[in-house]
């Protein structure tokens, strides 16, 4: 996930990560990340300022990962709805391929440690805004229902959070067939043809 950083960096932010899932945040010091990359704590220092800046930089790395990732065959001159389906597919691949970086986004998300700037700067990195823009295509195309796709997408990753998670606590394995199901309905639950047979059949 770390590729675009030079070693150094790539080390710190990799063992951070590792800490930060298996002791949790306040647990992981600088000294032991210095002990456990085998980066000297003023070498490190030399490259993030702080704790903080390193646990920063780890959010926007994962994000822009995460987004490229994501969004890599978003854009194409596809339908809608094949670019809807494998984006999905490649949400759950992602969260499936890359857990650690999945747990510590949905862990840490609203953490007081990833200040507000960091945040609105990975949004625009990461896939949620660039899906939304596919929704939002959907709707002025008539395909969606009129409403908010940032909300519509948020609805339907907290559907695929719960299924990720599912799967990693060894609750239900998460086969092909029901993800198949599940992104099946997070374009139904928002179809504008799903709509009108509703209410055709309700008679208003």
């Avoid at 647990?27 to 646990?55: D, P, Q």
């Avoid at 994501?70 to 001159?77: I, S």
């Avoid at 374009?187 to 059949?201: N, P």
């Amino acid at each position: 996930m770390f590729n675009n950083y030079n070693k150094v960096e790539q080390a710190v932010l990799e063992t951070t990560l590792r800490l930060i899932i298996e002791k949790e945040l306040q647990a992981t010091s600088m000294s032991l990340i210095a002990k456990e990359s085998g980066v000297s704590t003023g070498n490190i220092y030399h490259y993030f300022s702080s704790k903080e800046e390193i646990i920063n930089e780890l959010y926007r790395g994962i994000v822009k990962f995460n987004g490229e990732f994501v969004t890599r065959e978003l854009f194409t001159d596809e339908p809608i709805q094949t670019r809807f389906e494998r984006a999905w597919r490649y949400v759950a691949e992602l969260c499936q391929t890359y857990s650690e970086g999945f747990r510590f986004i949905e862990q840490y998300s609203f953490s007081p440690y990833i200040t507000e700037s960091t945040k609105q700067e990975a949004y625009k990195v990461g896939w949620c805004a660039p899906l939304a823009r596919l929704y939002e295509e959907a709707v002025e195309q008539g395909l969606f229902i009129e409403l908010d796709p940032e909300m519509m997408v948020q609805m339907h990753y907290g559907s695929m959070v719960y299924l990720i998670k599912g799967q990693l606590q060894g609750y239900f394995p998460v086969e092909e067939r029901a993800l198949r199901q599940v992104i099946q309905s997070f374009w139904a639950s928002v179809s504008q043809t799903q709509a009108d047979t509703k209410k055709a059949g309700s008679g208003t």
